[in-house]
């Protein structure tokens, strides 16, 4: 159990009241460059899911042609988007998904991306038996690991690892990489913690 459920726990809470409404878990700038390092893309994109634009305005600096979306008003993008229920197709399709709701975006994604899908999921993601079977049909093209566990909201203790799948139309055959993001996180949680201290 991690430092911040213990101190939770303590304050009579329940762990589950952690999760973050509607599922927002904000992406670090690494963990964005990491995709656009390992893989590119061709033509416009869509981030259907981008909560306050956090991964969106690390593809805006690589990419000149990005819309964005969300479900709830973050104050980015445009708001009251299902990505669910979309029928709007696009070149690209690039997010991190409420977690809870992360097979419907696979399935829905594959429908309505005509060259490539990229979703953050955690690396368990890669078992399982329905996805097993899901995986059979619509291989990811590229696996992108991020060897270290990634910590979302910055409470120190992250539990989860996380990979990039990518789905890329007419590729069969599943290429996976590591991503050297052990660096980053060290220098991101350094500067942060000295942006505390002066
Ligand atoms: C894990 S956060 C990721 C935010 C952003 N993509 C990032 O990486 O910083 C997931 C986001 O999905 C949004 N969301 C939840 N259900 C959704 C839906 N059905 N359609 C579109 N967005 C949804 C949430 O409001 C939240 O902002």
Redesign the pocket.
Known sequence: MTAINEQYKLLGRKVEDLRQK??????PQYI?EALLEYYQFKGKIW??????????EVLKKHYPDVVC????D?GYGKAG????TSTTHVENII?????Q?AYEFIVQGLKLADKALAL?LPIRYLTGKKRAKLYADYPPAKVIVIPNKVD?LGFGSPAMEFAWFVWEKGVQNTTIVWADTHDADTKRKKNSSSRLLG
Do not use: K
């Not at 509607?22 to 992406?27: G, M, N, Q, V």
């Not at 979306?69 to 709830?72: G, K, Q």
């Not at 988007?81 to 669910?84: H, S, T």
């Open positions: 509607e599922d927002f878990y904000p992406t964005t981030e259907p899911a981008c909560g306050d634009g956090r991964m969106a979306s969300d479900l709830i973050r988007i299902d990505f669910l997010t991190n998904p409420p977690f709701l953050l979302f």
